[in-house]
């Protein structure tokens, strides 16, 4: 898929966050609060902290996730190498399906 594919695909998925936020905005201030923390440098930096969020989202079949975290951890400083060690590991845990995935987070990442 093209830059713009998966730019497209990352705009409208944080239009329709942006929408429910609006529809729900208390809920929405407190998952805000949750992600701060959860993607808050500490032992781990940000950007590795957002790899383990994109391996997650691989295995659990999230692809409005993958790109959201893919393009959150190259903003981090995230590099290619970390996502492919990150990959394997959602591929060991999440098998065949998680492949597949493993395979459009990676070529979000060369793309975004």
Do not use: N, Q, W
Request: contains cysteine; glycine residues 12%.
């Amino acid at each position: 898929m093209s830059e713009t594919g998966f730019s497209d695909k990352l705009k409208t998925a944080k239009s329709r966050m942006g929408g429910f936020a609006r529809s729900a905005p208390e809920l929405m201030r407190g998952f805000a609060a949750v992600s701060g923390a959860a993607t808050k440098a500490g032992h781990f930096s940000a950007a590795d902290r957002e790899l383990f969020a994109v391996s997650i989202a691989v295995v659990t079949g999230c692809e409005d996730c993958i790109l959201y975290h893919v393009e959150a951890a190259k903003r981090h400083g995230a590099e290619e190498g970390t996502l492919v060690e990150a990959l394997e590991v959602a591929v060991e845990m999440g098998g065949g399906p998680a492949v597949m995935y493993a395979g459009k987070a990676l070529e979000a990442f060369r793309v975004l």
